[in-house]
């Protein structure tokens, strides 16, 4: 990760495959396009990859979230459980539907802890959002039978896990819905967009019209197609499906030397005794895009971190203090700062937030360091970092 470390001729292959018809639209025009249709060719390798039958592209992860929760009927007043680890775009997507993000801990699979999000459901819950963090998953067994005992949704936002699998099965192709993003850091990249997987028939239906106005896209004309329900602009365009068709035919590659440079480090690392590491599920495989470990507390991690900017050991993040993946710093979501009016429902539903603590989160994310696993580094150089952090953890401890 990220995929863009290996842009190549393929990605200018199917880029000017585009250019030279000038469709960027991925609907109609079908005259002018010279037979290329990207983003259908994208979804149907997106089908095939994940071993779904359907796939919906959009014009990003947090697109693809919020397409997932309406296509569900996910909307206003109802109550999504999510994690207190995990990218902002998980409580913007339910926020931005009227619903309520309910954050509960996570355990040391860096993900949603099954125990806490029992604890969670009330009579307005409507789903259960599981992240799977830093490439790898929730335990989907202990999730699946909580979400069949109270009759709710399982989303799985695949977001950072793309290519992991659980019991045979690809991540994000489990739950009822999965979501994938293809930003421009993320193990395969298009620039901006993303995609939602399903097997279900009438979320697929519903996620296709919802992401572009509402259109049927029944019949080749485009201005003759009615609306059968509200919908928004969710689209990708063109020409970031070209570089995602090229980029998804890379994935085997990418996973490949994820999940050697990981294997490298890892080896090195469990030397050290006082060093563990993030518990994958029984029957989980990771995809290798990031490598978690755990010291013994907070400070030692914040010693090591501070260890590795000093000893050039770049892209390794402890997340207590980080902005953006984790509850500590979330005051505009605790504070609810907002441009436009929020209802009252969702402010009364939010306010547990302003005094709640996150204690076994904070142990686990205290405790956690997460290297990320770079595709252009030489066998050379990952035996360097690996020693180099060995020694640096070593001399932190
Ligand atoms: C990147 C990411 C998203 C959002 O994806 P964008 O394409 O950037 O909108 C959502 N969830 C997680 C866990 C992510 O890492």
Same mark, same amino acid.
């Given at each position: 990760m990220p995929g863009f470390e290996l842009f190549g001729d393929l990605e200018k292959k199917h880029v000017n495959d585009v250019l030279d018809n000038g469709v960027l639209m991925r609907y109609g025009f079908d005259g002018m396009r010279n037979g290329h249709w990207k983003a259908k060719e994208l979804e149907t390798a997106l089908e095939k990859t994940f071993q779904v039958k359907h796939a919906q592209l959009v014009s990003s992860g947090t697109a693809a979230l919020s397409v997932a929760l309406a296509s569900a009927g996910v909307g206003a007043?109802?109550?999504?459980?999510?994690p207190t680890f995990t990218f902002v775009a998980t409580f913007e997507a339910i926020m931005q539907l009227g619903a309520i993000p309910v954050l509960v801990d996570i355990?040391? @699979?860096?993900?949603?802890?099954?125990?806490?999000?029992e604890k969670a459901i009330t009579s307005k819950t409507k789903a259960i959002m599981v992240v799977h963090?830093?490439?790898?998953?929730?335990?989907?067994?202990a999730l699946q039978a909580i979400c069949k005992a109270h009759h709710l949704l399982l989303i799985e936002d695949a977001c950072q896990a793309i290519g992991g699998e659980y019991k045979g099965k690809p991540l994000g192709s489990i739950g009822d819905l999965g979501c994938f993003s293809f930003d421009f850091v993320k193990t395969i990249t298009c620039g901006e967009g993303g995609a939602v997987i399903t097997n279900n028939k009438d979320y697929y239906i519903n996620s296709d019209h919802y992401s572009d106005h509402g259109h049927d896209h029944v019949g080749n004309d485009r201005g003759a197609e009615t609306h059968p329900f509200l919908?928004?602009?969710?689209?990708?365009?063109?020409?970031h499906a070209a570089v995602g068709l090229a980029q998804i035919q890379r994935l085997p590659e990418i996973l490949a030397i994820q999940k050697n440079n990981f294997n490298i480090i890892k080896e090195v690392l469990s030397e050290i005794p006082e060093v563990t590491f993030r518990k994958v599920p029984e029957g989980g495989i990771e995809n290798y895009s990031f490598l978690n470990f755990f010291l013994p507390n907070l400070e030692t991690s914040r010693k090591v971190i501070q260890g590795f900017k000093e000893g050039g050991v770049d892209a390794c993040w402890n997340y207590f203090d980080n902005n953006w993946h984790y509850i500590r710093k979330w005051d505009h979501l605790k504070n609810l700062k907002s441009l436009a009016p929020i209802s009252e429902e969702v402010k009364n539903g939010l306010s547990y937030l302003k005094n709640k603590e996150f204690s076994q989160s904070d142990n686990v994310i205290g405790r956690n360091i997460s290297s990320l696993i770079k595709l252009s580094w @030489?066998?050379?150089?990952?035996?360097?970092?690996?020693?180099k952090m060995r020694d640096i953890i070593k001399a932190s401890l």
């Open positions: 007043g109802d109550e999504v459980i999510m355990d040391d @699979t860096l993900t949603l802890c099954p125990k806490a999000v963090m830093c490439g790898s998953m929730g335990d989907m067994d919908g928004y602009n969710y689209r990708i365009s063109e020409l @030489t066998e050379e150089q990952v035996k360097e970092r690996a020693l």
